[in-house]
Nanobody, 124 residues
Framework: QLQLVESGGGLVQPGGSLSLSCAAS????????IGWFRQAPGKEREGVSC??????TTNNADSVKGRFTISREKKTVYLHMNSLKPEDTAIYYC???????????????????WGKGTLVTVSS
């Protein structure tokens, strides 16, 4: 059973930066496509930034393009967030998919494992 743990959330001022990490205890992540999703109060969960298992395919939601970047190493996947806005406030979840390959949008792959989330609050 793959257990994902997110870290790096916190309070940041508008315009600031924050980096989130996703890691799995006892396993590497390099055979999984990984997605970062978020859910704000009263809103549906949305895919934010996702990356295929090889790292060759990434996809970012329109709302974060040019501001968020996803990257991966063997054991950790990162979400680097710049120019943060109050509307980025949400619980951010890391998820893993067993889908291999690089076709399509990794955010639309069926996710098999989910972390418990980390809270990001953007406020002055």
């Amino acid at each position: 059973q793959l257990q994902l743990v997110e870290s790096g959330g916190g309070l940041v001022q508008p315009g600031g930066s924050l980096s989130l990490s996703c890691a799995a205890s006892r396993f590497t992540l390099d055979t999984y496509a990984i997605g970062w999703f978020r859910q704000a109060p009263g809103k549906e969960r949305e895919g934010v930034s996702c990356i295929s298992s090889s790292g060759r395919t990434t996809n970012n939601a329109d709302s974060v393009k040019g501001r968020f970047t996803i990257s991966r190493e063997k054991k950790t996947v990162y979400l680097h967030m710049n120019s943060l806005k109050p509307e980025d406030t949400a619980i951010y979840y890391c998820a893993a998919s067993s889908v291999v390959g690089d076709s399509g949008d990794p955010c639309r792959y069926g996710m098999d494992y989910w972390g418990k989330g980390t809270l990001v609050t953007v406020s002055s």
